[in-house]
């Protein structure tokens, strides 16, 4: 057995040494702290010990009051406490042990029936911290696979499935979507190790993911180095495509910073288009939430007919947002599966202080002047 600590509480020192020299007889690995009932407020507060043995030369009142100020110490609580009496009622002991007494022993009493019931104390303190551990391991790792499943899907969606066992598929009649992708991704990550490439696409995603939590935006997925994400999905919001248009210019300006100190260069594209996307759940073992429709795929059209370091929208969204953004139309083109479209480039935001926060936009109000002076 290792060195184990107990607590002796009483106001009566003989009774106490008599118990600290009574569990001495059975071996030197008992630290024992005797204290009178002053002295050991502060103790059990402070502490942590394996075994609490209160010696009941007070009255039942006091020796409940001192039983429920172990229990609600912050460092004791799960204690197990032993109880020392000599003349109780049988209704005294059942109130003792009903406020969190673990045990009782009469006095006097013999040696050898005081270290059994101390060993029994014991061996339940020592499986309780053994439960403790396995608890805090075990929410620990529930916490990470929440972190995991929140990454999966929106928390909204989470909460419909933990609540009703299920998510049903929903349409949403206001809604944009974003599809981004980086530029020569295959070609430039055939010259990098593998590390290096997650190492890469870790950080800008996970960036990326900032910037849509910032933006009241989701991300949805990432496909290799395609990465899609919404607004207005789950939950409605009446500005889902500004939104989603300021996420594109902070994802392009951020990845125009890292380029100026990182060794490996990424450009992007992003295309982004509004209107009725149907969300769903996919799977009933390996939950997936996916979106779907003509809205979406039309997205994934102006990504891919986009250029470099460019965010290339759609018609719609540009007549819900050409209030708040420049843009520079361009000529319209075919797009695969839906034919010619009308299409335009981002430009910047006519009132970006509605936009981003007032740190930012002081930084960088003189560049934005000039630059609109020169056009």
Request: hydrophobic share 35%.
């Amino acid at each position: 057995m290792d060195t184990v600590k107990i607590l002796a509480i009483g106001n009566d020192k003989i009774n106490l040494q008599i118990i600290k020299s009574r569990l001495l007889e059975f071996g030197d690995d008992w630290l024992i702290f005797n204290m009178g009932c002053e002295d050991a407020h502060h103790a059990i507060n402070k502490s942590k010990f394996d075994l609490c043995i209160i010696d009941c030369s007070e009255t039942s009142e006091m020796l409940n009051q001192k039983i429920s100020e172990i229990k609600n110490s912050t460092k004791n609580a799960d204690t197990p406490i032993l109880v020392s009496i000599q003349e109780c009622s049988a209704s005294d002991i059942e109130e003792f042990l009903l406020n969190g007494a673990l045990d009782f022993i009469k006095k006097p009493f013999k040696s050898i029936e005081l270290f059994a019931r101390v060993r029994t104390a014991l061996t339940l303190s020592s499986t309780i911290a053994k439960l403790n551990r396995q608890n805090r391991v075990i929410n620990e790792s529930q916490e990470k696979i929440e972190e995991m499943i929140k990454g999966l899907m929106p928390s909204e969606i989470i909460n419909e499935i933990t609540r009703y066992g299920e998510s049903k598929p929903k349409k949403y009649r206001d809604a944009s979507v974003l599809f981004a992708d980086l530029v020569d991704f295959t070609k430039k990550s055939r010259t990098l190790s593998p590390k290096v490439v997650i190492d890469e696409l870790s950080e800008i995603f996970e960036e990326f993911d900032k910037i849509m939590k910032k933006n009241q935006c989701t991300r949805i997925k990432t496909m290799g180095d395609g990465y899609l994400a919404v607004s207005g999905i789950p939950t409605p919001n009446k500005d889902h495509a500004k939104n989603l248009i300021q996420a594109a210019i902070d994802m392009r300006e951020f990845l125009k910073q890292r380029n100026l100190i990182n060794k490996v260069k990424w450009d992007i594209k992003v295309g982004i288009n509004s209107g009725e996307v149907i969300g769903s759940v996919l799977g009933k073992s390996n939950y997936l939430f996916d979106v779907f429709g003509d809205t979406v795929n039309e997205a994934s059209r102006m990504e891919n007919t986009c250029e470099p370091n460019q965010v290339n929208i759609s018609q719609t969204t540009y007549l819900i947002t050409r209030n708040s953004f420049r843009y520079i139309e361009r000529l319209p083109a075919e797009v695969k599966g839906i034919g010619k479209k009308r299409m335009y480039y981002l430009k910047s935001s006519i009132n970006p202080i509605l936009l981003n926060d007032k740190k930012k936009h002081n930084l960088k109000l003189g560049k934005l002047i000039e630059k609109l002076s020169t056009n």
